[in-house]
């Protein structure tokens, strides 16, 4: 039965839920299901894992661009189906991922992959730099200061050479989220990049009691810069400038508040977040550069500045060290001296718990 | 065949080796208008520096609130083809295996229907289906429903789409079925998913171990993370091997040729609680003083191996910044046994919920309630016992509040008895 426009309600499913995980699982995935020994990486983007059974796997991962079209998934297709027995899968930070049984496969299908131009590089293993969650952008936002694709593309065009090795000291996580709602992995990575305004929104006050709920735009504020305010005739708000942090969050509840700004706008960059336990608990990450203008379409300042950051961080920081632990290890002081980055009243916290950041000792290095 | 709107600066982003999205757009932008326009779009918004999409949009299907992501640009006069250009989260399997098969017919039905564009996948782990026009939600979800067997993710205030780690699937440390866990929560809370009634959105993850792969500790309101409770199982011949140089450390991570692993600088002196000992010929283990962070097994996959008593940690209240800062979770539930049909975990769950919803603010996250009413009244609220565990310190302020009830003789005073003791 096709879908009938006439009777929408007609033969409607819902409440199914997603296809059952295992449905899609490879039978050597399913054999050997909770069996699994132990794992090797046989070369940067390549690795076994051996089960009890004495069965082996062999992934080969590979980086992608997360926005693909049906032709590229359409391809990545082709090469399961000849060398994977139709199975595939994506991992957690949007790579793809080809499994085959037998050693004697591996060669033929990492040869494809090789030969299909620049579409599958493989990498994404152990101590190198991953694949970049990031968002929307200017592809698809509504809220954002930046673009994610364009940058994540540039940055990964300049740091190709560690996705496809095991040079640093640790796995480097990078982010990216174009707006402070940081969708995404922003606040917990190695070098993060975010989407940043410095102008307060432009309030269109002819149209903000049509298309807004004033008290949820109120509530919406985290410095409480605004409050209701009468505008002629029309009910609107009024915006503390001195108050307001750029956050964008009443926009997000009230169209006629737009803060966007071609000239304003620009990119923050983070460092030392982490979620694994790994030796070190779970870490936020914090900032390094408060603001770098957008220079669309390859950003070259800030592909530039992470380049230095993560450089800086390969020859300085020892084995296993994440990001943030070769910073709390060194010092905030020592980061800018040896990254050459400068330090600015931005960088000191003003929010809230701002107190717990400062340096209550008289520990530190000259 | 030209296409449409000139290029100049994303055109730049077809060099370089990493896979270029401009080049991939491009190939189906040869035959589907609405390509042809985001790509304009899109290069507009790189003139100007700022986004060219409007806010909001709410559109969706018959019978649920959520799901899909409403969107219309703001130049229709320039870009027609995109005036609508609506995104459709659809639920993927937890840990994103895929046949060749389903993915070929999902291309099938979105390159008829939308603009055959994706993303593979959304933070969250929901597969986006970006760019379609209001008139093609329903055909879509209907033939994604019965010809598929797939259906939508979770948008707005409600529980988004869960998502796990690759588990037990394909790795040797995890302690939890992630994937059967994350199926449960999503078939029992279809509902919840569907149709938005929480005060804000509400995200479950869970990993296998510590190593946190899906980064539920950081991304979700309530973090499931496996661990165990009895010892770390060794064999003291694959360490040896290790130390000889026979096997390479970290499974390769740090280059994949053979080299002796220094035991004491890089597994013993790291170790967060230094409860290991290497005597030059076995290693042991105070299991007692170890906190799991996975560093020796991480380091050793083939010596160490994680215990075979385990369960989950039960961590609550991630979130981004907004509105009152970042939280990672926090330690709810030291451990709980994971197994089917997942009871306590579901008890858990509802107390928590209706704890939320009660009390919530309209767009209070979990997190966001539990530091505005305290924690303690969230362990009422989902009737837990508190622990040590809980807490990275106890409090170094001394405004403690205390129910009458606990005080002898309660609150209720005389000033006139008090002044027979202490004249004024």
């Given at each position: 039965m096709p879908f009938d426009p006439t009777d929408i309600m007609k033969d409607r499913l819902t409440d199914i839920g997603p296809p059952k995980y295992d449905k899609f699982f490879p039978p050597f995935i399913k054999d050997n299901y909770g069996k699994w020994k132990y794992h090797e990486i046989l070369e940067p983007g390549v690795l076994v894992h051996v089960s009890e059974t004495g069965a082996e796997v062999y992934t080969v991962r590979v980086g992608a661009a997360r926005l693909m079209s049906v032709d590229l998934i359409r391809e990545i297709c082709d090469i399961a189906d000849k060398h994977c027995g139709g199975y595939v899968r994506w991992t957690t930070r949007n790579n793809v991922e080809f499994m085959v049984d037998d050693k004697s496969k591996l060669k033929p299908l990492m040869d494809d992959l090789k030969s299909r131009g620049n579409w599958f590089p493989i990498g994404g293993t152990g101590a190198s730099v991953t694949n970049i969650v990031h968002t929307q952008g200017w592809v698809h936002c509504h809220t954002p200061a930046i673009d994610a694709s364009g940058i994540v593309k540039a940055v990964m065009d300049e740091l190709f050479e560690y996705f496809g090795s095991h040079k640093l000291p640790a796995q480097v996580r990078i982010s990216l989220a174009c707006c402070l709602n940081m969708c995404g992995a922003v606040h917990c990575s190695d070098i993060a990049i975010l989407g940043v305004h410095r102008k307060p929104p432009i309030i269109e006050h002819e149209r903000v009691q049509n298309v807004c709920e004033i008290p949820l735009v109120i509530a919406a504020c985290p410095t409480a810069a605004i409050k209701p305010k009468k505008v002629g005739d029309y009910k609107s708000v009024e915006i503390n400038e001195n108050r307001c942090m750029f956050c964008g969050n009443c926009y997000t509840m009230c169209p006629a508040l737009p803060l966007a700004d071609g000239e304003g706008d620009g990119i923050a960059l983070w460092v030392g977040g982490k979620v694994s336990n790994s030796r070190v608990p779970p870490m936020f990450s914090k900032l390094a550069v408060p603001y770098i203008p957008n220079e669309p379409p390859r950003w070259p300042t800030t592909v530039q500045t992470i380049k230095k950051i993560l450089e800086t961080y390969a020859s300085d920081a020892r084995r296993y060290e994440r990001v943030g632990e070769w910073i709390e290890r060194i010092g905030w002081e020592r980061f800018f001296e040896k990254t050459g980055l400068e330090f600015r009243h931005e960088h000191i916290d003003d929010y809230r718990l701002a107190m717990t950041t400062w340096r209550t000792t008289t520990q530190f290095k000259f | 065949m030209?296409?449409?709107?000139?290029?100049?600066?994303?055109?730049?982003?077809?060099?370089?080796?990493?896979?270029?999205?401009?080049?991939?757009?491009?190939?189906?932008?040869?035959?589907?208008?609405?390509?042809?326009?985001?790509?304009?779009?899109?290069e507009m918004s790189y003139e100007h520096k700022e986004g060219h999409w409007k806010h909001g949009g709410i559109v969706g299907v018959f019978g649920y609130g959520g799901g899909v992501i409403g969107r219309y640009c703001d130049r229709p006069d320039l870009f027609p083809n995109v005036a609508h250009f609506h995104t459709m989260r659809v639920n993927q399997p937890a840990s994103k295996f895929y046949t060749t098969e389903v993915l070929r017919k999902l291309c099938d039905i979105w390159e008829e229907h939308g603009s055959g564009l994706t993303n593979m996948h959304g933070s969250t782990g929901d597969l986006i289906l970006l760019g379609t026009t209001t008139d093609q939600l329903e055909p879509v979800f209907y033939r994604l429903t019965h010809e598929l067997g797939m259906d939508l993710g979770g948008s707005g205030s409600n529980m988004r789409t869960p998502e796990g780690c690759v588990g037990k699937a394909r790795c040797e440390w995890s302690c939890l079925d992630t994937q059967d866990?994350?199926?449960?929560?999503?078939?029992?809370?279809?509902?919840?998913?569907?149709?938005?009634?929480?005060?804000?959105?509400?995200?479950?993850?869970?990993?296998?171990?510590?190593?946190?792969?899906?980064?539920?500790?950081?991304?979700?309101?309530?973090?499931?993370?496996?661990?165990?409770?009895?010892?770390?199982?060794?064999?003291?011949?694959?360490?040896?091997?290790?130390?000889?140089?026979?096997?390479?450390?970290?499974?390769?991570?740090?280059?994949?040729?053979?080299?002796?692993?220094?035991?004491?600088?890089?597994?013993?002196?790291?170790?967060?609680?230094?409860?290991?000992?290497?005597?030059?010929?076995?290693?042991?283990?105070?299991?007692?003083?170890?906190?799991?962070?996975?560093?020796?097994?991480?380091?050793?996959?083939?010596?160490?191996?994680?215990?075979?008593?385990?369960?989950?940690?039960?961590?609550?209240?991630?979130?981004?910044?907004?509105?009152?800062?970042?939280?990672?979770?926090?330690?709810?539930?030291?451990?709980?046994?994971?197994?089917?049909?997942?009871?306590?975990?579901?008890?858990?769950?509802?107390?928590?919920?209706?704890?939320?919803?009660?009390?919530?603010?309209?767009?209070?996250?979990?997190?966001?309630?539990?530091?505005?009413?305290?924690?303690?009244?969230?362990?009422?609220?989902?009737?837990?016992?508190?622990?040590?565990?809980?807490?990275?310190?106890?409090?170094?302020?001394?405004?403690?509040?205390?129910?009458?009830?606990?005080?002898?003789?309660?609150?209720?005073?005389?000033?006139?008895?008090?002044?027979?003791?202490?004249?004024?």
């Open positions: - | 030209a296409l449409k709107h000139a290029t100049p600066m994303l055109d730049e982003l077809e060099k370089g080796p990493w896979p270029s999205f401009v080049t991939d757009i491009k190939r189906v932008a040869a035959r589907k208008p609405m390509c042809e326009d985001l790509l304009g779009l899109v866990i994350i199926y449960d929560i999503t078939m029992r809370y279809q509902d919840e998913l569907h149709r938005p009634m929480f005060p804000y959105k509400f995200k479950f993850k869970a990993s296998g171990c510590p190593n946190d792969c899906v980064a539920a500790i950081a991304r979700a309101d309530c973090s499931i993370i496996g661990t165990w409770r009895d010892k770390i199982r060794i064999d003291q011949e694959a360490v040896r091997a290790y130390v000889g140089g026979e096997l390479v450390p970290n499974g390769g991570s740090h280059g994949v040729e053979k080299r002796k692993l220094d035991i004491q600088k890089e597994v013993i002196d790291l170790c967060p609680t230094r409860c290991m000992e290497w005597d030059g010929k076995n290693l042991k283990i105070w299991d007692e003083d170890c906190t799991r962070c996975m560093h020796c097994i991480n380091v050793m996959p083939r010596a160490l191996r994680p215990g075979t008593d385990v369960g989950a940690t039960i961590l609550c209240g991630a979130k981004a910044p907004i509105l009152e800062g970042a939280q990672l979770s926090s330690v709810i539930i030291p451990f709980m046994k994971m197994e089917p049909p997942y009871e306590e975990f579901h008890e858990f769950v509802e107390k928590m919920w209706d704890w939320w919803m009660e009390h919530g603010k309209n767009r209070e996250r979990l997190g966001e309630l539990i530091q505005r009413l305290g924690l303690r009244e969230f362990l009422k609220a989902v009737e837990v016992q508190p622990d040590p565990r809980m807490v990275n310190t106890t409090r170094y302020n001394p405004y403690i509040f205390y129910d009458p009830a606990d005080v002898p003789g309660g609150w209720e005073r005389d000033a006139k008895s008090f002044r027979e003791r202490h004249h004024a």
